[in-house]
């Protein structure tokens, strides 16, 4: 069975501090692995995803996660955050338990920037 | 930039009602779904639905749940005896493959059932 714990409701930042987005994963097979941010009033939007390639992996806006198997944790970071980077953080796997690919969410974090 | 619409943005329904919620996913994907988040919860899979039938569904989705595509371009929710619990955000996507293609995923409706 699949599942996503996101350490930490609430992330509070200074712009131009990094950001640090915590997500472990369980999973009895390898995973992939997705971080999707909502900002307000609109839908889920892709960031990046894994599906076994490059362990890095860049999305947009500068955001980049890295998956790591020995941690379970696929943790989003962004060197330098800006204040259009406040918004809800959801990250997500799937494994295709049973043939299905839907993805199971974590509760989200909420990333508040200051000025 | 093609994208999901839902509409309304809130519902408010008293409980015991009926709700209809709809959805206009972007005009070339075959594969829909739905979710919801009930408030500080998780955003759940409720049912993914392709070629006009139900693919895969969860535990939530019960007999008080329904779906479907009237037409060519709609995709709807139906409730049909609302609960307090049933009160959530809920979230329409769409894509074009079964795959790990990307979701889109549309604004949300908020339900409140008082």
């Known amino acids: 069975a699949q599942s996503v714990t996101q350490l930490g409701s609430h992330v509070s930042v200074s712009e131009g501090a990094l950001v640090l987005l915590r997500c472990n994963y369980s999973s009895s097979v390898p995973p992939y692995l997705f971080w999707y941010v909502q900002y307000p009033n609109q839908g889920l939007q892709l960031l990046l995803k894994?599906?076994?390639?490059?362990?890095l992996v860049k999305g947009i806006n500068g955001f980049e996660a890295e998956f790591k198997k020995s941690e379970t944790s696929f943790h989003l970071t962004k060197p330098s955050a800006h204040m259009s980077d406040a918004a809800e953080y959801f990250c997500?796997?799937?494994?295709?338990?049973?043939?299905?690919?839907?993805?199971?969410f974590g509760r989200g974090t909420s990333l508040i920037v200051h000025p | 930039e093609p994208e999901v619409t839902q509409t309304p943005s809130h519902q408010v329904t008293q409980m015991g009602q009926e709700v209809i919620l709809r959805c206009v996913p972007i005009?070339?994907?075959?594969?829909f779904y739905w979710y919801r988040q009930i408030l500080g919860q998780k955003v759940e899979f409720l049912v993914s639905f392709y070629n006009n039938e139900i693919s895969e569904k969860s535990e939530i989705f019960d007999d008080q749940f329904s779906v479907e595509r009237p037409d060519g371009s709609n995709f709807t929710l139906k409730i049909r005896s609302t609960k307090l619990e049933d009160s959530a955000m809920y979230f329409c996507a769409s894509t074009t493959s079964r795959g790990w293609d990307e979701q889109y995923f549309g604004p949300g409706t908020r339900l409140t059932v008082t």
């Open positions: 997500a796997v799937s494994d295709r338990s049973g043939g299905s690919y839907i993805p199971t």
């Open positions: 005009s070339n994907h075959l594969y």
């Open positions: 894994y599906t076994s390639a490059a362990t």
